[in-house]
């Protein structure tokens, strides 16, 4: 692997940008933009973990208002599910285990 001009000007304009992000954080300014940061980082985590603790109740909330709202809109929708439910899975049930006897072909050798 060669190194050519573009490798090398690319690492010395990196170079440039880390003294120059070095200095300017070094200086008062730059200080308080890194306290700024730290502050929201830290509001942000403390408002992410109250709401991993609010989630279970937030969803429980919203599966009984969810029911409650498709039983007002659909007043069978109970009964339309349970019959859907038995159209395809409980008529497999209800019929005796019977083995496939279809008989398949010998492929020609």
């Given at each position: 692997m060669s190194i050519n001009a573009k490798h090398l000007a690319t690492f010395v304009l990196g170079a440039a940008a880390g003294v120059a992000a070095h200095k300017y954080l070094q200086s008062e300014e730059g200080e308080k933009l890194l306290e700024?940061?730290?502050?929201?980082?830290?509001?942000?985590?403390?408002?992410?973990?109250?709401?991993?603790?609010?989630?279970?109740?937030?969803?429980?909330?919203?599966?009984?208002?969810?029911?409650?709202?498709?039983?007002?809109?659909?007043?069978?929708?109970?009964?339309?599910?349970?019959?859907?439910?038995?159209?395809?899975?409980g008529n497999k049930g209800n019929q005796p285990a019977t083995p496939d006897m279809t008989q398949v072909p010998d492929p020609i050798s």
């Open positions: 700024d940061l730290k502050t929201k980082a830290n509001d942000l985590k403390s408002e992410a973990e109250g709401a991993i603790e609010k989630a279970p109740v937030y969803f429980d909330e919203l599966k009984t208002k969810g029911a409650d709202a498709l039983k007002n809109g659909f007043p069978d929708a109970e009964g339309f599910f349970k019959e859907l439910y038995e159209k395809f899975v």
